[in-house]
Nanobody, 126 residues
Framework: QVQLVESGGGLVQAGGSLRLSCVASGGALSDHVMGWFRQAPGKEREFVATISRSGVATDYQDSVEGRFTISRDNAKNTVYLEMNSLKPEDPALYYC???????????????????WGQGTQVTISS
């Protein structure tokens, strides 16, 4: 089964940018619809963005639409989350996740993603 490892988190000023990466191993990334989720302390895990296997279809949480961009490079087995204009409400542990290979539709529902990385922390300084 696919294993996922996120990187790219860190401390950034409000208004700044970060690019998160998620590298897949143990399987072809191109087989999986991918998603990014986040969880802040004391809050439930929430959907951020999702991308189809080809990269053609994407969907975003309303609060990040226009600021964040999800993309993928299947040849590099990597999914990205480009985050711009970061706001004080964006800090969280960011996770990438994969849907099973037979599920081909994008989804904002965390329970539809059985494969998860361990997360990368994003912190905002005001």
């Amino acid at each position: 089964q696919v294993q996922l490892v996120e990187s790219g988190g860190g401390l950034v000023q409000a208004g700044g940018s970060l690019r998160l990466s998620c590298v897949a191993s143990g399987g072809a990334l191109s087989d999986h619809v991918m998603g990014w989720f986040r969880q802040a302390p004391g809050k439930e895990r929430e959907f951020v963005a999702t991308i189809s296997r080809s990269g053609v279809a994407t969907d975003y949480q309303d609060s990040v639409e226009g600021r964040f961009t999800i993309s993928r490079d299947n040849a590099k087995n990597t999914v990205y989350l480009e985050m711009n204009s970061l706001k004080p409400e964006d800090p969280a542990l960011y996770y990438c996740a994969a849907r099973p290979p037979q599920k081909i539709t994008i989804s904002p529902s965390a329970h539809e993603y059985p494969y998860w990385g361990q997360g990368t922390q994003v912190t905002i300084s005001s």
